[in-house]
């Protein structure tokens, strides 16, 4: 999306939608500059004819027939005055997209009106460009090359942002650049979800995280497959892995500020990635496998957010851990029985083969804890079908052992539209996860399954504080819940995560 101020007068330039924003009244009254008056009083007559009264979300199109510059206005609810916040403006700028495009206008100025009602400058402008760069997301990377091009070519590309000074231009434009960067990130999450598992394997996870480290980026890559995996220890997510004709991999990123001090904090990033959740031997029923592809949403997260990182350029350092691989049932793979020994010598009792990412994510948070030791570790895991059970598929379950980092992550997902809820580590729960023969079981049974399962990954943090994102339900739509968020992956978690890593 291209973004360009204007300061000359609207309906001096061509424009094939003016977006006007409204506060809720009981009878709405039109006066656009541009248009004649008796235009405006027809428009008044139609919007009340149409019960228009500028509810939040409410909008409204009119086409103008007459000659001249502006060929649609489209009215744009904002709600009640005194309710308003800047975090709505990134569904509004969603919703002008979508308007935009069922009527292929290619682009759109935003009146003064809007532009006005934004409390912060900064802030709100980052949130409206969230919200246009993400509402006209496609993924059309497997349509027809044609296809591809008529979608490309009926879409909303140009949002004119209407202003009145340099100064205003200057805060403006900050907040576009970082709503570019959240969004590039963003982006990126919901293609690697929304691209299917037979081209986004373990390999193919490790080409794209390669591709974010190099030169300029103050980010490194280092990668790990089978063998070395052993040497560290891994042989938890080995196990999970052996069932797959692609070989596991673990992806560990870095990323540095330029200018560190001693106070700079490490911070570790762990995604689960499981390219394809099978089930393993305990094979998924029916239908509950279609959707498996997006296992992997937690690491796509991080990989958007490394993708952020240089330029956004935070004053931490953040370290990204991916251990990839493929849930998959063979002769070779995992059984349920088997007793498997993670990185720091904890042994499992494998009662489900499907419990699988809790296996993988053992293993690299005992990476983290013990070899990277950071000052704070945060996971993000499509971990448990029970969490949708409990919070629907809107809501993050949010679990862990630090109080500020889930504090600081309730502002931050606030801030990012993207809703989490903490659910409690109820201490006699660890009763359920303990194993006759090993150190621990995967399986603490049907009830409170998102919280014993948050209970076992619990073995493995050795002190250091944590919180585990659990985004079984957000991280993919089935139906658009959101106007930013079309249906399929969601990116969840990098905004968010962004957010936090800021404040350092
Ligand atoms: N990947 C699934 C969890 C999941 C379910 C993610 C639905 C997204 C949508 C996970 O590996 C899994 O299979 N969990 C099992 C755990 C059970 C065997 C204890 C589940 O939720 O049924
Ligand atoms: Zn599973
Ligand atoms: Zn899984």
């Known amino acids: 999306m291209k973004y360009t101020f204007k300061t000359e007068s ?61 060929k649609h206005v489209l009215f744009v609810g904002m709600g009640e005055k005194k309710k308003f916040q800047d975090t709505n403006l990134r569904s509004m700028a969603a919703r002008i997209v979508k308007q935009a495009n069922s009527i292929k206008a290619k682009n759109v100025t935003l009146d003064t009106s809007i532009i006005s009602a934004l409390k912060k400058a900064v802030e709100g402008s980052q949130y409206l460009t969230e919200g246009f760069n993400l509402g006209s997301y496609q993924f059309t990377s497997f349509r027809k090359l044609t296809q591809k091009d008529e979608e490309k070519k009926k879409t909303l590309t140009e949002v004119y942002i209407s202003i009145k000074d340099y100064k205003q231009q200057k805060d403006l434009e900050q907040g576009i650049e970082v709503g570019k960067i959240y969004s590039a990130g963003t982006i990126l999450a919901r293609d690697l979800v929304n691209t299917p598992a037979m ?28 063998v070395e995996m052993e040497k560290l220890g891994m042989h938890a997510s080995i196990a999970v892995g052996s069932g797959s004709v692609h070989e596991s991999k673990f992806v560990h990123l870095v990323y540095k500020p330029k200018k560190p001090t001693k106070n700079t904090k490490k911070i570790a990033l762990i995604g689960k990635a499981v390219t394809f959740d099978a089930g393993g031997l305990n094979l998924k029923p029916g239908d509950s ?96 079908g029970a969490v949708i059970i409990a919070l629907g598929s809107e809501i993050t379950g949010m679990l862990g052992t630090s109080p500020d980092i889930k504090k600081a ?60 994102l659990d985004i079984a339900g957000p991280s993919y739509a089935e139906k658009e819940f959101k106007p930013e968020a079309p249906v399929g992956g969601t990116g969840w978690g990098v905004r968010t995560m962004l957010n936090y890593l800021k404040t350092f």
């Not at 500059?33 to 409410?58: M, Q, Y």
């Not at 995992?334 to 494998?350: C, F, K, L, N, Q």
């Open 409 to 468: 992550l309730n502002t931050a997902s606030r801030q990012a539209g993207e809703s989490l809820w903490e659910l409690p580590m109820h201490p006699h729960y660890r009763e359920l996860i303990k194993s006759k023969i090993a150190d621990v079981r995967n399986l603490g049974g049907r009830p409170a399954g998102t919280i014993t399962a948050a209970m076992f990954l619990e073995k493995f943090i050795h002190d250091i504080p944590w919180v585990h």
């Open 289 to 384: 496998m279609n959707d498996m592809k997006i296992d992997m949403a937690g690491s796509a997260s991080v990989l958007g957010v490394f993708k952020a990182l240089p330029d956004l350029a935070p004053n931490v350092e953040v370290h990204g851990l991916l251990i990839a691989v493929e849930n998959m049932p063979g002769g070779r793979a995992y059984r349920p029985g088997d007793v498997i020994s993670a990185m720091d010598g904890t042994t499992i009792e494998v009662e489900n083969t499907d419990a699988e990412g809790r296996i993988t994510l053992a293993d690299a948070l005992a990476f983290a804890s013990l070899k990277i030791k950071p000052d704070y570790m945060i996971d993000l895991a499509t971990l448990t």
């Open 10 to 70: 609207i309906g001096s330039y061509a424009c094939d939608i003016l977006a006007v924003g409204l506060w809720q009244t009981e009878t709405v009254s039109v006066k656009i500059p541009a248009l004649p008056s008796s235009l405006n009083s027809a428009i008044t007559t139609e919007l009340n004819r149409r019960n228009f009264t500028a509810k939040d979300g409410e909008m409204s199109l009119i086409p103008i027939l007459s000659e001249g510059k502006i």
């Open 199 to 226: 081209n986004m394997h373990p390999g193919e996870m490790v080409k794209v995280a390669e591709k974010l480290a190099g030169r300029g980026t103050g980010i490194t890559c280092k990668v790990r497959g089978r």
